[in-house]
């Protein structure tokens, strides 16, 4: 199983980018998949999450700016970032907890995509 993120890149203040996150091998179901992040020197934090049913969660200082989406036909979640600012530089992480059968349940990483906002 493999989580291939992409979407990162450099962009300006105010501006907007778009991760996606496909989840891709032997996977009978993906639950929950979320976006971590990570800046320099700081811990990695939770950016948002949503389940399989579309339930959505996320982290206080994106709400109102990110929005977190998912195509389970593709085992892809999507993050559309706007009103980006400097304070959103970090590398983002995509994870999916995966049903492999039916008794077998795993976590997977992406990884990592950079984004970063300049001023």
């Known amino acids: 199983v493999q989580l291939q993120a992409s979407g990162g890149g450099l962009v300006q203040a105010g501006g907007s980018l778009r991760l996606s996150c496909a989840a891709s091998?032997?996977?009978?179901?993906?639950?929950?998949m979320d976006w971590y992040r990570q800046a320099p020197g700081k811990q990695r934090e939770l950016v948002a999450s949503i389940t399989g049913g579309g339930s959505t969660n996320y982290g206080d200082s994106v709400k109102g700016r990110f929005t977190i989406s998912r195509d389970n036909a593709k085992n892809t979640a999507y993050l559309q970032m706007n009103s980006l600012n400097p304070e959103d530089t970090a590398v983002y992480y995509c994870?999916?907890?995966?049903?492999?059968?039916?008794?077998?349940?795993?976590?997977?990483w992406g990884q990592g995509t950079l984004v970063t906002v300049s001023s």
């Open positions: 091998g032997s996977i009978l179901s993906v639950n929950t």
């Open positions: 994870h999916a907890d995966c049903r492999l059968t039916f008794y077998d349940r795993q976590d997977y």
